[in-house]
């Protein structure tokens, strides 16, 4: 099966890729998802192996590192807990209603790519991330979208 692409947006504030590199193993669930079309991705669709790239959207939004799935997806137990501030009572163990996968660090990029940096890009106009509107949390990269930003990176050095 052809590998995948995805990116993955956060508030650095709550987890950061700073965060994600001081994680044991440089690896951590991505919980706390509650927007069915972002779990049915994590859910259906990610597979071992396939490639994010690691968004902070808020202050100065843009793309910060790359990190690969290496755990597919199981139920989220952040739903099930009451103290947790994803905590959903209609989800339990035996009906679970949200999933998560586990992600590693690849790289932090020297540099960010910034929001409005990547809307000039030649080759990234029908990026999801770039389109009008939205604001998924979890969102498909079109393989040379995925390429393109890397070649980016490789430029900053």
Known sequence: ???KYWLMK?????FSIDDLAASPNQTTPWDGVRNYQARNFMRDE???GD???FYHSVKSPGIVG???VVRESYPDFTAW???DSHFDPRSTPEKPLWFMVDIRLVQIFSAPLPLKYLRTVSGLEGMELLRKGSRLSVQPVREEEYTRILELVRDMG
């Open 1 to 3: 099966m052809a590998r």
């Open 10 to 14: 956060t508030e650095p504030g709550a």
């Open 46 to 48: 990610m597979r071992l």
């Open 51 to 53: 490639r994010v790239l």
């Open 66 to 68: 790359e990190a690969e």
């Open 81 to 83: 807990d009451p103290e």
